[in-house]
C-alpha cells in the first residue's frame, strides 16, 4: 500500500490529518505538482484525471479522491469514528463535510485555481470568476462562523471529517489573502481547536 | 419523513432515482425554485445553503446534499446495495460517484448556471466561465465513453450511485445542447440501459 501524495496540494493534506486523527501510516510517494508529474503518460495511467492523492492498494487497484480514500480507512479502521456512528449521524457528517467542500473549500481553490500565477497556462483561467469564488469563500467564512456559534465542531460535538475539510480550506486560503477575521470569533475559537490537535501539522 | 423536491433541478432527481432503485416511497414537498421559494425566509431555516434536496425527518432534522440524503437510506434500507458492499468496493463507488460528480455533473450545471436565462439576476453569472465549463463537461463525456469501454456501469458490473449521478449528468446536459454523440458507442449503450430502468422515470 502507498499513498501518492504531495505537500502543495490541499487535497492530501485532507487525507493526511484524516489518516494522522486514526493513527494509521501509509507509506507515501511525493509527486511533483510543479513539475506537473501528476499529467505524465505514467501518472495517467495510475490516475487517469490527474489529481492527487491515490491510493494504491495492494491488489493493484488505484483508489483516487480523498473522499474515497478517507471512506476506505474508516471502513477498515473504524475508531476513531470520523464519518459518523449510525445511519443518522453517519448521513449528518456527510451533509456537514459536503457543505465544507462545495461552500468553503471548492470557493477557496476555485478563486486560486482562477487567479494564481501557478495555475497560468495550467488550465484556462477566467480571473473574473476567481473573483466570484473569493466572494463566495468571504460568505461561507461568515456562515461557518455562524454555524458554529452553538456545536464545538461542523458537524456538533464530535471531530469529524467535516473538520478536516474546513481546516483545510480555511489554512489554504492564506494564498487568496483570505484569513479569519477578528469579528468570526466562533470561526477563530474553531480554527485554534483544530490546528491544536497533533494531526493538523499532517 | 417528508423530501423537500423540485422537479426542475437536477440534484433532487438523484435522490429520486435512488428511492426508486430501493423501492422506498417518501412523501413529497414541492418547492417552486422559478419563484425562489428556496430562497424564502421559511425555506432558508430549513437549509441555510438554500439548496433542495432536503429530507426533513421525523425527529425534525433537515438533512440536506443529495448525496447524504442517499447515504441515509443506504444505511437504513441496504438492499439492493447502491453506494458499495464491502470496504474497497465502497470505496471505489465512492470514487467513481465523486468523479462522475466533479468531472461531469459539476461541469454540465456549471455551463448552465452560468450561461442560462434561468440563473440571470440570481447569482452572478461568468458566461466564459460557462465556456469553459462547457468545454470540461464535453471532455467528460468522451472520458466516460472511454471508462465503459470494458464494463457495465460506472463503477463495475452493477448499477450504483455512480450510475444515477452520471444519469442525471447526462440528461441534464440537453439544456446546455450537449448530447451523446454516435461515436461515443459505449456512452450510448450505458444511457440507453440506465435510462431503460423505471427509476429513470423518477
Chains 1, 2 share one sequence.
Not at 464519518?83 to 468553503?104: F, P, S, T, Y
Not at 501557478?118 to 466572494?135: A, D, T
Not at 461542523?154 to 480550506?169: F, K, N, Q
Not at 479569519?180 to 480554527?191: C, F, G, I, T, Y
Request: aromatic share 8%; proline share 6%.
Amino acid at each position: 500500500m502507498k499513498l501518492y501524495d504531495s505537500k502543495m496540494a490541499p487535497n492530501p493534506r485532507r487525507v493526511r490529518i484524516f489518516l494522522a486523527e486514526k493513527g494509521i501510516q501509509v507509506p507515501d510517494d511525493q509527486v511533483d505538482l510543479a513539475k506537473a508529474q501528476n499529467r505524465s503518460p505514467e501518472f495517467l495511467k495510475i490516475n487517469p484525471m490527474g489529481g492527487v492523492p491515490v491510493l494504491q492498494m495492494d491488489d493493484g487497484t488505484n483508489l483516487a479522491e480523498s473522499v474515497a480514500i478517507c471512506r476506505y480507512f474508516e471502513e477498515t479502521h473504524p475508531e476513531p469514528r470520523l464519518m459518523g456512528i449510525d445511519a443518522r449521524d453517519k448521513a449528518v457528517v456527510e451533509m456537514w463535510q459536503r457543505r465544507m467542500e462545495l461552500n468553503l473549500f471548492s470557493t477557496v481553490t476555485g478563486c486560486f485555481r482562477n487567479t494564481s500565477e501557478f495555475f497560468k497556462g495550467r488550465i484556462p483561467q477566467v480571473p473574473e470568476y476567481g473573483e466570484v469564488c473569493r466572494q463566495a469563500a468571504e460568505k461561507a467564512f461568515g456562515m461557518v462562523d455562524g454555524f458554529l456559534a452553538d456545536r464545538k465542531f461542523i458537524a456538533g460535538e464530535r471531530y469529524t471529517i467535516a473538520d478536516i475539510t474546513a481546516l483545510v480550506a480555511v489554512d489554504f486560503a492564506k494564498l487568496i489573502k483570505l484569513r479569519v477575521s477578528p469579528e468570526q470569533k466562533n470561526l477563530a475559537r474553531w480554527h485554534e481547536a483544530v490546528s491544536s490537535r497533533p494531526s493538523a501539522k499532517a
